[in-house]
C-alpha cells in the first residue's frame, strides 16, 4: 500500500482528497460525514459577517449530455447563510473531535482591514488549521466588491493577503477565480503578499441554459434568471491549464497549489498531481454522488501507486510539468499516421466521414453495407488523431508512429518559419 | 369409450385476459427513451438505413428523440414510412435493423430502434393534428384493391402527390393483416384503426369497404373507370395441407381463428382447446400457438417438420414462444388428423431428418399427440380467381404470386401490385415499401 498522506501549506492530511468550500462543508453535520466516509481534509463554506446573507430558490442549473446528468453544474449560490458565531461554534467543535483531518476555513468579507483583523482572529481562535481567502465567487458577492471583484484586481489580492498575513498565524489560502485573461497576475499577487498556497479554480461565470418556455436564463427564479459559476467535469481542463501555468512560473515558485475544478475520481486528482498540485478539493463530485466517492478515490489512487512502484505522493508530483512545454518546443518532425484495427472494427463509419468531410479524405471505404472496410490512405493522413476520438471503440484506432530517419526539430528551428532567429 | 374434446371460453380467471392481451411491449418512458436514442453512435451511411426495407433515415430520427425534435423524428420515419407506428410493433427488428446496429456488433445488445420509434410516431399521434398536405390535385384518378399495409401505404403516397384514390376492401374493417392477422398483443387498443384514421385524414382517399374484386366489380372495370390500378390483396387464400381428417371438428386454419381473436371484444368468450397442436413452422404458428395458451389452453405444441434453422419465424420468436410455455417440436411432419364421433382426437406425425441431398426424408417411425383442437399454419396463398373474373386480361402470376419488375409494375401497363401478393418477404414493412414504390412509379406513369 501506498502512503497517501500529503502535506500542503504545512497543514498535514490523511490523503490529498479535500472538499471544497461549498454546500458540502457548510455544517458540521456535513463535515463530519464527510470524514466519517474518509475525506482527508475540508474547507468550510466561506464565512462572511454578520447579518448572514440569503439565497434564492432555485439555485442550481446542470448540463445534462446524452443523458448523462451533471457533466457541467452551476450555482447562484452566495457565501454561508447561517449565523458567524454558529459556523465558529461548530469548526472549533469538528476540529477537537478530528484532529488528523485538514480543515480551513473560508472566509469573505469586505476590503477592509479592520474587517480582515476581526475575522481572522475568531477563526484562529477555533483551532482551524488555516484560512482560505474567497476571492474567487463570480456572482452576488461579486456585485458587493467581494468576491471575484476582489481576485480579478491583482493589488487587492496582495493587499488583502498581506492582511491576512500579518493579522494571523495560520496558513493562508488563496482562492483564484479562472475569470480573469491571465491567472498569472492574481497568483504572483497572492505570492507577493505571502500566500503560502492558491487553490483553483473557483467557478467559471456561465448561464447554464435558457428556458425556451418562458425565456429565463436557468436556474431561475420566479421567472427570472441570473449569471452563475460553473463547475463539474466540465471545467477540469480548464482548471487543469491554470494550475500547470502556476505551477511552471518561475515567479510563484515555494507557493503551494491546491487543484480544484472537475475533479471527480482518483484519475483526475492523480492528473492535477502530475501537473503540480499538492493537494486537491472537490464539490460537485460530492454533489452529485455523495462522499462515498472518496472510497474509489483512496482505493484507486492507491492501486495506481502500487502499480506503478511510486511509495507516495511526491514520487509523481509535478512529474508531467517537465512535458508540458510551449508549442513552439514540439518536435514539427514527428509523423504519426492512423491504424485501423479491423478486428474491432464495428464498422460504423464515423472515422471515415469525420475524416472525409472535416479533415484530410484520408479514409477510404470499400465494400457493401456492414461488411464494408474502413482503411487509412497512409499518404493524406496527417496524424491529427480526429478518427481516433470519433471511433466508438476503445482501441480500435491507434496512431503509429512513422519512422521517418528525421531528427528532433522544434519551430524556431524550422526553416519553413518566416520569425525564425537568423542563424 | 368416446371422449368428449375439451373446447372451452372462459378458461382462466376473469381478470387475467386484459393483461394477457396487453402490450407485450410497453413503450419507453421519456427517461428511457433519452438514454437508449444517446446510445445510437449516428453512424456514417448506417447498416440500420440499408437493413431496413423502408429505408428509413433511423439515426436520423434517434438524433431528433435525443435532442427532444419529436416531431421532426417522428416525420422521418413517416416520410419513408407511414405505417411507422405499426412496424416500430411488429417488425422483426431483430432480424432487420437492429439485427446490423453496430452496438450489437460492439456489445450484443443494439439500439432498440423499434421502441424508439414507436416513441416517436406515439408522440406525433397523440398530438392530433394531421402533419401531411396534399399537392394541387392531378386530376388523376387511381384504384386500390386491398386496404392492407400494402394498399393504403400506396394510396396515402398517391393522395400527398394529389391524385384521388379509391381503395376497395373486401372486409368490413380496413388494415389487412394489420386489423385481422397479427397478434393481438403486438397491437392492442385498436392501435390498427387509429393509424390508419391518422392515415386516410390527409384527404383524398375514398376507403370503400365491403367492395371486393371479382365479386363487386371485375379487372377490366376498373381498368376503364381508373387511370391506374394498384393490387394489394395479400394471400386471401389458404395453402392446403394435404393430409387426411382435415374435416374433423376443431381442425382449423390459424389465421381464421386468429381473425376471429383480432375481432373478438372479449377474448374470454372465444373458446379453445385444453390441449392444442400447431402445424408450421412461421409467424403465424408462433401467434395461433401463444395467443391460445394465453387464452388458457394447458398444453400446446408446435410441430414442425424440419429444424429450428428452418424455421419460418425468427430465433426471437421461437423463443418468445417458449417463454410463453408452447412446447416446439422439430421434425415432426403431419400425416393425419384422427377423430372421435368427428372431432379431433389427435394429431400423427411421422419423424423426419433431413437427408444427404438436403431434402427431407420421412423415417418412416410415426409418434401421435393428442389435442382437442388442431391448427394448420402452412401458409397463405395468394387468390389468383379474383384476377380473372369478368373474363378480362389478367396479370401474369409467377409461382402463385403476381409476377411485377422493380416498380411494381405488373404484365398490364396500368397495373402495379405489391405486398403479399407479390414475390418477396410477406412482412408488413415489405408491403409498405411495395406501396411506397408503386405509388411513386405510378405517379410517374400519370404525369409522364
Ligand atoms: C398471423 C400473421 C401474423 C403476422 N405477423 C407479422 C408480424 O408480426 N410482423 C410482420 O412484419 N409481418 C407479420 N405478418 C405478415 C404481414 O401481416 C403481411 O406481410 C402484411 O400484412 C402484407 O400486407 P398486404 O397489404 O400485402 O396484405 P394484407 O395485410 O393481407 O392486406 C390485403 C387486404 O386485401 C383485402 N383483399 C383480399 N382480396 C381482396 C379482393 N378480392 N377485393 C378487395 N380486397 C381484397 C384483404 O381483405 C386485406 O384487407 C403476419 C402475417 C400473419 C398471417
Ligand atoms: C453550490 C456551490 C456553492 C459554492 N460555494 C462556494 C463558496 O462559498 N466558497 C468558495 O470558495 N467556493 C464555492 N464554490 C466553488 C467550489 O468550492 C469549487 O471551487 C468549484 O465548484 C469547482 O470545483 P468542482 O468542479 O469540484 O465543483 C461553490 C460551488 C458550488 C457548486
Ligand atoms: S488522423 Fe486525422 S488525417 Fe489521419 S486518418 Fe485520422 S482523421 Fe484523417
Not at chain 1, 477540469?236 to 480544484?260: E, N, T
Not at chain 2, 396515402?156 to 393481438?184: C, D, F, K, Q, S
Request: negative net charge.
Amino acid at each position: 500500500m501506498a502512503d497517501l498522506r500529503c502535506e500542503i501549506a504545512g497543514i498535514k492530511s490523511p490523503n490529498p482528497f479535500w472538499l471544497a468550500s461549498a454546500p458540502p462543508t457548510d455544517k458540521a453535520y456535513n463535515v463530519e460525514r464527510a470524514f466519517r466516509a474518509g475525506w482527508g481534509g475540508a474547507v468550510w463554506k466561506t464565512l462572511g459577517e454578520d447579518p448572514p446573507i440569503v439565497n434564492t430558490a432555485s439555485r442550481y442549473g446542470a448540463m445534462s449530455y446524452n443523458g448523462q446528468r451533471v457533466v457541467g453544474f452551476n450555482n447562484i449560490e452566495l457565501i454561508t447563510d447561517r449565523p458567524l458565531d454558529v459556523n465558529l461554534r461548530e469548526i472549533k467543535q469538528v476540529k477537537r473531535d478530528w484532529p488528523d483531518r485538514a480543515l480551513v476555513v473560508s472566509l469573505m468579507v469586505p476590503c477592509e482591514e479592520d474587517s480582515w483583523r476581526r475575522i481572522l482572529r475568531s477563526v484562529e481562535d477555533t483551532g482551524a488549521d488555516g484560512v482560505e481567502l474567497n476571492f474567487g465567487c463570480p456572482h452576488g458577492m461579486s456585485e458587493r466588491g467581494m468576491g471575484s471583484a476582489v481576485g480579478q484586481v491583482p493589488d487587492y489580492v496582495e493587499m488583502v493577503t498581506r492582511w491576512a498575513k500579518s493579522h494571523s498565524r495560520m496558513p493562508v489560502f488563496v482562492k483564484l477565480t479562472p475569470n480573469v485573461t491571465n491567472i498569472l497576475a492574481p497568483a504572483r499577487a497572492a505570492r507577493a503578499g505571502g500566500a503560502d498556497a492558491v487553490s483553483l479554480i473557483n467557478t467559471v461565470t456561465s448561464i447554464m441554459s435558457v428556458d425556451l418556455d418562458s425565456m429565463a436564463p436557468t436556474p431561475t427564479v420566479d421567472g427570472k434568471g441570473s449569471h452563475g459559476g460553473y463547475c463539474g467535469p466540465a471545467v477540469k481542463p480548464i482548471a487543469l491549464h491554470l494550475v500547470a501555468q502556476i505551477a511552471r512560473d518561475p515567479d510563484c515558485r515555494g507557493m503551494a497549489i491546491s487543484g480544484i475544478g472537475g475533479i471527480e475520481t482518483w484519475r483526475d486528482a492523480a492528473e492535477f498531481i502530475a501537473l503540480g498540485a499538492d493537494a486537491i478539493q472537490v464539490c460537485t463530485g460530492a454533489m452529485h454522488y455523495g462522499f462515498k466517492i472518496v472510497d474509489d478515490m483512496i482505493g484507486g489512487l492507491n492501486n495506481w501507486l502500487d502499480g506503478k512502484g511510486h511509495g507516495g505522493l511526491g514520487d509523481f508530483h509535478g512529474a508531467a510539468l517537465t512535458n508540458l512545454v510551449d508549442w513552439q518546443d514540439l518536435n514539427i518532425n514527428y509523423e504519426l499516421v492512423a491504424r485501423i484495427d479491423q478486428a474491432s472494427c464495428i464498422k460504423c463509419g464515423l472515422c471515415h466521414i469525420a475524416c472525409e468531410d472535416t479533415a484530410h479524405q484520408a479514409i477510404a471505404v470499400s465494400g457493401p453495407g456492414p461488411d464494408r472496410r474502413f482503411e487509412v490512405v497512409d499518404e493524406d493522413c496527417v496524424g491529427c488523431n480526429l478518427c481516433q476520438h470519433v471511433c466508438p471503440v476503445e482501441g480500435c484506432i491507434g496512431m503509429q508512429a512513422v519512422d521517418n530517419g528525421k531528427p528532433y526539430m522544434n519551430w524556431t528551428q524550422d526553416p519553413r518559419n518566416p520569425m525564425r532567429a537568423a542563424e | 369409450m368416446t371422449r368428449k374434446p375439451d373446447i372451452k371460453a372462459g378458461r382462466l380467471p376473469a381478470g387475467v385476459y386484459v393483461g394477457n392481451f396487453a402490450d407485450i411491449q410497453p413503450p419507453l418512458d421519456r427517461a428511457a427513451a433519452l438514454v437508449e436514442a444517446s446510445r445510437c453512435y449516428f453512424c456514417h451511411d448506417a447498416p440500420c438505413i440499408q437493413a431496413c426495407p423502408t429505408g428509413i433515415d433511423i439515426p436520423g430520427f434517434i438524433r431528433g428523440i435525443a435532442t427532444g425534435n419529436l416531431r421532426g423524428a417522428a416525420m422521418k420515419i413517416l416520410a419513408e414510412n407511414i405505417f411507422g407506428g405499426a412496424c416500430a410493433r411488429v417488425c422483426p427488428t431483430e432480424v432487420l435493423c437492429e439485427g446490423v446496429c453496430v452496438r450489437q456488433a460492439q456489445e450484443g445488445r443494439p439500439v432498440p430502434i423499434g421502441r424508439l420509434q414507436r416513441h416517436a410516431t406515439d408522440f406525433l399521434q397523440a398530438a392530433g393534428s394531421q402533419p401531411f398536405t396534399r399537392a394541387a390535385d392531378s386530376g388523376r384518378r387511381v384504384a386500390v384493391v386491398g386496404a392492407g399495409p400494402a394498399g393504403l401505404a400506396c394510396a396515402h403516397r398517391l393522395a400527398v402527390l394529389g391524385h384521388r384514390v379509391t381503395v376497395y376492401e373486401a372486409r368490413r374493417r380496413p388494415g389487412g393483416l394489420n386489423e385481422y392477422g397479427i397478434a393481438a398483443y403486438k397491437v392492442p387498443d385498436d392501435f390498427a384503426q387509429r393509424e390508419i384514421d391518422f392515415i386516410t385524414a390527409v384527404g383524398g382517399i375514398d376507403l370503400r369497404c365491403g367492395k371486393a374484386l371479382g365479386g363487386d366489380f371485375d379487372l377490366a372495370e376498373l381498368r376503364g373507370k381508373f387511370d391506374a390500378v394498384f393490387l394489394a390483396m395479400g394471400q386471401a387464400g389458404v395453402r392446403a395441407l394435404e393430409v387426411e381428417g382435415g374435416e374433423l371438428d376443431g381442425v382449423e386454419d390459424a389465421i381464421e381463428f386468429i381473425a376471429r381473436l383480432r375481432q373478438a371484444d372479449d377474448p374470454a368468450t372465444l373458446p379453445v382447446g385444453r390441449r392444442v397442436v400447431v402445424v408450421g413452422g412461421g409467424n403465424t404458428a408462433i401467434d395461433i400457438a401463444v395467443q391460445c395458451k394465453r387464452l388458457g389452453a394447458e398444453e400446446v405444441t408446435i410441430a414442425y417438420r424440419r429444424g429450428p434453422e428452418q424455421m419460418g419465424a425468427t430465433r426471437h420468436e421461437q423463443e418468445f414462444a417458449q417463454i410463453n410455455g408452447v412446447r416446439i417440436r422439430h421434425w415432426l411432419r403431419p400425416l393425419r388428423f384422427a377423430g372421435d364421433n368427428g372431432a379431433v382426437a389427435s394429431a400423427q406425425f411421422e419423424y423426419t431428418h433431413m437427408g444427404d441431398d438436403g431434402r427431407l426424408v420421412g423415417s418412416g417411425e410415426t409418434t401421435e399427440i393428442p389435442c382437442d383442437m388442431a391448427f394448420r399454419a402452412v401458409g397463405q396463398a395468394v387468390q389468383s380467381a379474383p384476377l380473372r373474373e369478368g373474363g378480362g386480361e389478367a396479370p401474369t402470376m409467377s409461382a402463385g404470386r403476381i409476377q411485377v419488375d422493380g416498380d411494381g409494375l405488373t404484365s398490364l401497363p396500368d397495373v402495379w401490385a405489391g405486398g403479399d401478393c407479390v414475390a418477396g418477404e410477406d412482412l408488413t414493412v415489405q408491403a409498405v415499401q411495395d406501396g411506397k414504390l408503386a405509388a411513386t412509379a405510378i405517379d410517374r406513369h400519370l404525369r409522364g
